[in-house]
């Protein structure tokens, strides 16, 4: 299994940008898909971008679209999310996820998607 290591949370204005970082070790995540999460107060974890081995983005939810960029470096082991634009509701934990199985229809939830293993979350917090 693979151990993974969010960073770069934290509190942001409105109109602001963050960038997230995903570092993984104990195997090689070259050939996985990979994905970040997110959960809000109340709310499920639900999928937001994924990324194939190759760097193709395979999924990107309509509520991120043009603002959430997500990019991968296999030689470092590392994912990465780039967050322009924030907005209150972007307000959530972020988590960064392996091995991620995306089937059917969005929205993809982690109780109806195959994950392999996950990191412990980043908060993000959007002030307005």
């Known amino acids: 299994q693979v151990q993974l290591v969010e960073s770069g949370g934290g509190l942001v204005q409105a109109g602001g940008s963050l960038s997230l970082s995903c570092a993984a070790s104990?195997?090689?995540?070259?050939?996985?898909?990979m994905g970040w999460f997110r959960q809000a107060p109340g709310k499920e974890r639900e999928l937001i971008v994924a990324i194939s081995w190759t760097g193709t983005v395979t999924y990107n939810a309509d509520s991120v679209k043009g603002r959430f960029t997500i990019s991968r470096d296999n030689a470092k082991s590392t994912m990465y999310l780039q967050i322009n634009s924030l907005k209150p509701e972007d307000t959530a934990v972020y988590y960064c996820?392996?091995?991620?199985?995306?089937?059917?229809?969005?929205?993809?939830?982690?109780?109806?998607?195959?994950?392999?293993?996950w990191g412990q979350g980043t908060q993000v917090t959007v002030s307005s």
């Open positions: 996820a392996a091995d991620v199985g995306i089937v059917g229809v969005p929205p993809f939830r982690s109780t109806n998607t195959r994950v392999g293993s």
């Open positions: 104990g195997r090689t995540i070259s050939r996985s898909t």
